[in-house]
């Protein structure tokens, strides 16, 4: 069967009650849940649930409700509020724990368990059991694929670590929607369906995949998101206006959405509060007044907004110039005036974030997110103003956001504000930090031992072994899981990493990622200890792997290609230095290691690029080896790692050479490379006269060791050879007086090197051949230039 659109639940105030086909599903709508009704279903759910024909159509508008309304149930009193007291759920916990078991167990996924807030599980579970059978019956319905994806991702946020497992089910639900998005026919379904896989994926922080789906979608609706600058000021007493970015949401048709006026009429939205700063404006004042007034943008548009500025913090390096760069997206969002709570709420949050780095906004910031925490329990707000959108505006579990405020107060020195916050909501490990920077890490082991005794469970046996340095803790909580959590082998594995006892560490950060592949950190600390034991296959195991859940980390890569070079890979040690640069554009150390390796590979204009780089990034930067390779390779046409002659690297390596005689005209070396890839004889012969002139300075007592003495010989035997073709072969544009003039300028090198040689009392026979040989051209040159000088 197919189910209308009404059964996604979006609570769009356009909706009425006569829209909705069946009793169940007004129930839903009206939130009043866990009604008469919905006892009714679930003894019906009861009887039928292990039938092997395929249900009637009524039962499953009444089944597909009961998996609904028990998602929303636990939605909410996990994620929403407002926080009902779960004394009135005790009956329909009781008749639903048979029918799906323990929750803490069943809800375990790749050996991580649930968080210890979670309250109703049984719900939770109850919707993941009626959606499954359903979707045997009705493996092509849409309907039942989105909200199968919502229960995973709903799943995903209980759990504190991401699991393989979930992950691996997301995409396969994903994709599918993805190739049948167009069956809903309704450009609102069909975005907000983009928007929550978007949402799925920035869940796994898949920033790349989130941003394509993104694109599409605003292809789909011919939406452009431009950042412009517009000529503004920030503070009260700016008299000079400067560029400040905004944010502007076109639409080539504006009618294919409903207005927010009309899906959220009748929510109040939350405010941002007031900095009361003496300096800083409230907001931006544009110079234009028109650019003062916010957009008005439909319900789906502010959160299409929302997942990007999502998408853009997750897939752009955490620095302050990032964190402007977002700003406009998060404004538009806070001053809109109407619009989904969800939506307003999940900006407001990402918006305490990014002012928690700033001095002047910092306390707005904690002021706001404790504003935030209590809106989840207030009841000012109606469940379905709740829900209205609610899977598009990135849900967060309700201690999640306590966790964001706790840090808050962390930041500002509120230690034991946050140790209360954290107590309650039992973040036990942010509860040990607490206490040691009390300097009572004594009473966290004392509390988690309490704890133990309550309820024993594999993260507190951990976080024991933590507190007391005892391994036998970690052994008890791998025992008390059967042999199944990660978490417990990560633990232990850390235990080993931190005393650097890198063998013993191994083994266990192995096992540990073997259960849940997902753990980012311990796949680095992986890397790490097998670099530091010179394991280099298994390094560029953990590196490729945690590279691939975080692209953004800079060392990472560098340590992937330190790896790969050490196994003689350097073509992909190479490939992945560059994807190092893109993380750290100003680190002088990954543009040295990439140039190196360019070098080695054959990737001279790389190298040339890294060295130019160098050159901004440090002062009086200079590498010989690397400018001899380069320049060697470009002036004898040596193709290049893609089989291509360097022709046409042979301007920008004379740019380069030229700046190097301007920094460090002093250096012969340079000299002879500028003259090696100059044009004309004429030319090189210009610069090997300066890098004679430069070495004899350089090397003070060149005339006592026969070497030094040698390679000067060799320096006017080539100056005077290359002066002596300019004669004959020369451009258009050199002149017979330029020509006579280096001839001149060769002739008094060589009397100079000549009169050296001689004054020296210590003799070198062996060098008695240049000598001769630099005496005869000396003889050529000064018979050219007295009949030049003549004529």
């Known amino acids: 069967m197919v189910y209308n659109l009404n059964y996604l639940c979006n609570f769009n105030d356009k909706v009425k009650d006569e829209d909705l086909s069946h009793e169940s599903l007004q129930r839903i709508w009206s939130g009043k849940w866990c009604s008469a009704g919905f006892e009714s279903s679930l003894k019906q759910w009861w009887s039928k649930r292990d039938a092997k024909e395929d249900y009637s159509q009524e039962e499953c508008e009444e089944f597909i409700c009961l998996a609904i309304e028990s998602l929303l149930i636990f939605m909410q009193q996990n994620f929403t509020g407002p926080f009902c007291d779960l004394a009135e759920l005790e009956g329909f916990v009781k008749e639903i724990q048979p029918l799906v078991g323990d929750a803490f167990v069943e809800l375990k996924e790749n050996g991580e368990e649930i968080n210890p807030n979670v309250v109703l599980g049984e719900f939770l579970l109850l919707s993941r059991d009626i959606l499954k059978k359903l979707l045997e019956f009705q493996p092509e319905s849409v309907v039942l694929h989105w909200w199968h994806l919502r229960y995973l991702c709903t799943h995903q946020h209980v759990i504190d670590e991401l699991t393989a497992n979930l992950y691996d089910k997301l995409k396969i639900e994903a994709e599918w929607l993805l190739q049948h998005v167009s069956e809903l026919e309704n450009k609102e379904y069909e975005a907000l369906l983009f928007l929550e896989i978007a949402n799925g994926y920035l869940q796994y922080h898949r920033g790349e995949r989130a941003g394509e789906i993104l694109e599409r979608l605003c292809a789909h609706l011919n939406v452009e998101m431009v950042v412009q600058g517009l000529m503004g000021v920030r503070t009260k007493f700016q008299q000079k206006a400067l560029p400040q970015l905004c944010l502007k949401v076109e639409q080539t048709h504006s009618d294919l959405l409903p207005k927010a006026q009309e899906t959220n009429s009748k929510t109040v939205l939350p405010k941002l509060l007031l900095h009361e700063d003496d300096t800083r404006l409230e907001r931006i004042r544009f110079i234009e007044e028109k650019d003062n007034e916010v957009m008005t943008l439909p319900s789906v548009l502010q959160a299409l907004v929302l997942s990007k500025v999502r998408q853009l913090k997750r897939s752009q390096p955490k620095d302050r110039l990032a964190d402007e760069e977002l700003e406009p997206y998060t404004h538009t969002l806070i001053y809109q005036e109407h619009g989904p709570l969800q939506v307003r709420q999940s900006a407001l949050l990402l918006n305490c974030v990014q002012e928690s780095n700033s001095r002047r906004t910092i306390e707005r910031s904690w002021k706001q997110c404790e504003e935030c925490v209590k809106l989840l329990s207030e009841h000012s707000y109606s469940v379905q103003e709740r829900f209205s959108y609610a899977f598009a505006g990135f849900l967060q579990p309700k201690w999640q956001v306590q966790s964001q405020l706790c840090e808050l107060l962390l930041s500002l020195g509120m230690v034991k504000s946050a140790l209360d916050i954290y107590l309650k909501i039992q973040a036990w490990e942010q509860v040990i930090y607490c206490y040691t920077r009390l300097e009572l890490r004594h009473k966290a082991a004392e509390i988690i031992e309490q704890e133990l005794q309550k309820k024993p469970t594999v993260l ?323 018979a050219h230039v007295k009949q030049r000088m003549g004529a």
């Open 460 to 782: 507190l046996y951990c976080l024991l072994g933590d507190a007391t340095d005892s391994l036998e803790c970690y052994e008890k909580a791998w025992e008390f899981s059967k042999h199944t959590s990660g978490k417990a082998q990560a633990h232990w594995g850390n235990y080993y990493f931190f005393h650097k006892r890198y063998e013993e560490a191994i083994p266990h950060l192995e096992k540990s990622v073997e259960i849940n592949s997902l753990q980012e950190k311990i796949w680095l600390r992986l890397g790490y200890a097998a670099i530091m034991l010179e394991k280099w296959e298994l390094a560029v195991h953990a590196y490729i792997t945690y590279t691939h859940l975080e692209p953004l980390g800079f060392e990472s890569w560098n340590n992937l290609a330190k790896a790969l070079i050490k196994l003689g890979d350097k073509q992909r040690a190479h490939k992945v230095l560059g994807e190092s640069l893109k993380c750290n554009y100003h680190n002088w150390k990954v543009w040295e290691n990439f140039m190196v390796v360019s070098v080695d590979t054959g990737h001279f204009e790389d190298a040339m690029n890294a060295y130019n780089r160098l050159s901004e990034l440090k002062t009086h930067y200079l590498d010989l080896e690397v400018l001899c390779i380069t320049m060697t390779a470009i002036a004898e046409g040596k193709p290049d790692a893609k089989g291509q002659t360097p022709e046409r690297l042979l301007r920008k390596a004379t740019t380069l050479m030229g700046q190097q005689c301007i920094k460090h005209g002093s250096e012969p070396k340079v000299w002879e490379l500028a003259a090696l890839l100059a044009a004309t004889p004429l030319k090189k012969a210009d610069k090997l006269v300066k890098a004679f002139r430069a070495y004899t300075a350089k090397e003070l007592v060149w005339t006592t060791k026969q070497m030094y003495a040698r390679r000067a010989l060799e320096l006017c035997v080539e100056l005077s050879q290359r002066s002596l073709e300019a004669i004959e072969n020369h451009a258009e544009d050199e002149s017979e007086v330029m020509i006579t003039s280096q001839l001149n300028s060769a002739r008094l090198a060589n009397q100079a090197c000549i009169r050296a040689i001689e004054k020296e009392p210590t003799k070198f026979p062996e060098n008695d051949d240049l000598l001769e040989k630099v005496r005869s051209l000396l003889e050529e040159m000064t």
